[in-house]
């Protein structure tokens, strides 16, 4: 099994060489420094808050290591919620709760791709997102996946071996209508090709 390869950032070096330290002894966990060609797979942020600075030095993380995130506040609020979550942060833990074991869990369940929040947390950012659906996405016909209901439509037939002209009698477009939402979609969200626009929708759970 190949070792977790974790970043720690902290702004006290006395905290960054604790975790460091801990996490470095157990199995199958390496801390390595954060230089430019060094792989990472997790990155541990510990921080008083998530201030303008350390919000700065998230999306510096995203966009050179592009690595799940875990932070290690003393406090967050509601508002700090989605900017954390649009910067890769998979997990949240509160500093009082923070052991070494449960820093220990975050990062393996972040390194498998899954994520870690509190459940008030969690519900905040579900109730967050329902509001956006409800006010900002449905009034303009989208859905959070980035998908029209037409575009949902289109995909769900292509997933069932629909051809253009099957999918144009079924809705009752044109068939340069269909093709015409197939390339819009497919140019919007970067996706090479039909399966893959089938695939990007499976992913995303509406079909």
Do not use: W
């Given at each position: 099994?190949?070792s ?13 060489m ?7 002894s ?5 801390v390595?420094?954060?230089e430019?060609h ?10 008083e ?17 592009n690595?799940?995130?875990i ?19 998979a997990?949240v833990?509160p ?6 074991e ?10 498998a ?25 449905a009034?303009?016909?989208?859905h ?8 949902i ?16 009698e079924?809705?009752n ?35």
């Amino acid at each position: 099994m190949n070792s977790i390869r974790v970043f720690v950032r902290t702004v006290d070096p006395l905290t960054s060489m604790a975790v460091s330290h801990y996490l470095d002894s157990r199995p199958n966990i390496e801390v390595v420094p954060a230089e430019e060609h060094t792989p990472v797979d997790v990155v541990v942020v510990v921080a008083e808050r998530l201030t303008v600075d350390v919000a700065s030095t998230l999306r510096k993380i995203k966009a050179t290591l592009n690595a799940p995130v875990i932070m290690i506040l003393c406090e967050i609020t509601r508002n700090d919620l989605v900017p954390a979550v649009e910067c890769n942060v998979a997990a949240v833990l509160p500093r009082e709760a923070a052991s070494r074991e449960r820093i220990e869990e975050a990062v393996r369940t972040a390194a498998a791709g899954g994520g870690l929040l509190p459940s008030p947390m969690l519900g905040e950012l579900l109730r967050h997102f329902e509001q956006l659906q409800r006010e900002v996405l449905a009034p303009n016909g989208l859905h959070a996946s980035g998908l029209t209901p037409r575009e949902i439509d289109v995909l769900r037939l292509m997933s069932h071996g629909f051809d253009t002209s099957e999918i144009a009698e079924e809705l009752n477009f044109s068939e340069r209508a269909v093709k015409r939402v197939v390339s819009e979609l497919t140019g919007r969200l970067q996706l090479r090709n039909r399966p893959h626009a089938v695939a990007y929708a499976l992913r995303m759970g509406v079909i």
